[in-house]
Structures are given as structure tokens and as C-alpha cells.
């Protein structure tokens, strides 16, 4: 199977938060990423976490880690329009720089 | 702007031509990458430049040739293609290849067509 596994689609109104949640099986991983890709666009850093965090909070953007579960997840408040992008986890050791990306969540903000 | 630029944005070739993709960086990075998105796949790493040296070569067919002239640019001449070699192609740079935190900065790609 995938190493960092991901719903492929979350569809959210505006407004609401949108939650998007990725496992991932390396109990090594130290550096857990989410980036956004905009249409016609390439992939941006959105937020990251330290794996010897369980949260973190950069403004509408909140990042829990359960380490136990392998789990990550990116909650959006107040989801805009501008949000609608696809949205990838990816995952990387503390003795490798290669990144281990999801196949993306595709997440649509209806009016 | 992420200031990595990738030129052309689209190409459509059939499988006997010989193309190449260019990459870009202004940011003063040293590593360079090369990876390949499908649809619902997870992004495929293909090459990967740390000072202009080739440090991975991630299985990729010898169709696929990548070339790193300094630490700014970065091609992936192509050629003899085949229709399932149709996707996304993205580069990606960072500051080099250590372990650890590693943020890559991508262009927008190419979106190529092999008929």
C-alpha cells in the first residue's frame, strides 16, 4: 500500500470548516507537511508539524497529529472560496530530504 | 509566485519526438527535483539534483533524461515516449538535500500530452 494515504475528495460550504485527514505508516517520520495546489498552479507550503507536536495553529488553519494512530489532519475555519485547491500530506525522516507525498484531496468550497 | 519558473506550460508531442522541459529557481537553492503527477496517484519523485549532482534516480526509464547544468536550472529532455508518460510535471527546489525539515518550492509545471 501507499505510504501516506489521503481521501480523494471532500466537498465543504462555505463557511463551514473543512477538515481533510491523512494516515501515513512510517512510525520514523519526523516532519508532517500539508501543501496546497491551485489550479494551474504548482504546490505551496500551506503549514507543517514537528512530530513531538500534537498541534499547531497558524491563524484559520489548525494541524492535529495523533502519532499513536498515524494520523494527521488539517482543519480550515471558515472555509472561503479561495480555499478550493488540492490538498496533499507528505511526510519525511529525520535522515532523509525526500518527501513522501499523498495522492492529494481534492476539496471543493460550494456557495 | 513561488520563484520557480517552468517553461513550456503545456507540450503535446507524439512518440517519436524528441522535447525538452526547462526549470528554473531564483531562489539560490542548491537541490533541484524533477516529479511527475497523475491524477489520484501520489507525486512520483523522478530526479533529484543536490549542487549539481545527480543524488537519486528513482527507477525512471532511460526515455526520461535530466540534465543540471548549474544550480538555477534544471531540464528533462524526453524522448520516444509512450501515452502513459502523459501527466504533470513539476520541479521542485530547496535549499539542498539534508535531512530534517524540507520545504521545496515547486513551479507550476508542465502538462504534457504524448498522442
Known amino acids: 500500500g501507499e505510504d501516506v494515504e489521503q481521501s480523494l475528495f471532500l466537498s465543504v460550504r462555505e463557511g463551514d470548516s473543512s477538515v481533510i485527514n491523512c494516515t501515513y505508516t512510517?512510525?520514523?517520520?519526523?516532519?508532517l507537511y500539508w501543501y496546497k495546489q491551485e489550479p494551474g498552479a504548482g504546490l505551496q507550503l500551506l503549514t507543517y508539524i514537528f512530530s513531538n507536536m500534537d498541534m499547531k495553529q497558524d491563524q484559520r488553519l489548525t494541524v492535529l497529529l495523533n502519532k499513536k494512530d498515524k494520523h494527521l489532519s488539517l482543519r480550515i475555519a471558515d472555509t472561503q472560496t479561495g480555499d478550493s485547491a488540492i490538498y496533499f500530506c507528505a511526510e519525511s525522516m529525520l535522515d532523509d530530504y525526500k518527501l513522501s507525498f499523498g495522492a492529494g484531496t481534492t476539496v471543493t468550497v460550494r456557495a | 509566485e513561488t520563484g520557480v519558473t517552468q517553461t513550456p506550460r503545456h507540450l503535446v508531442m507524439g512518440m517519436t519526438n524528441k522535447k525538452s522541459l526547462k526549470c528554473e529557481q531564483h531562489?539560490?537553492?542548491?537541490?533541484m527535483y524533477w516529479y511527475k503527477q497523475s491524477a489520484k496517484k501520489p507525486l512520483e519523485l523522478m530526479f533529484v539534483y543536490n549542487f549539481k549532482e545527480q543524488t537519486e534516480n528513482n527507477s525512471v526509464p532511460s526515455r526520461f533524461s535530466p540534465e543540471c547544468p548549474n544550480s538555477s536550472h534544471l531540464f528533462l529532455h524526453l524522448h520516444t515516449l509512450q501515452p502513459e508518460d502523459s501527466a504533470l510535471y513539476l520541479c521542485?527546489?530547496?535549499?539542498?538535500?539534508?535531512?530534517?525539515?524540507?520545504?521545496?518550492?515547486f513551479g507550476p509545471g508542465t502538462r504534457l500530452t504524448v498522442l
Open positions: 531562489l539560490g537553492h542548491n537541490a
Open positions: 521542485a527546489s530547496s535549499r539542498e538535500t539534508s535531512g530534517g525539515f524540507n520545504e521545496q518550492f
Open positions: 512510517d512510525s520514523s517520520s519526523t516532519y
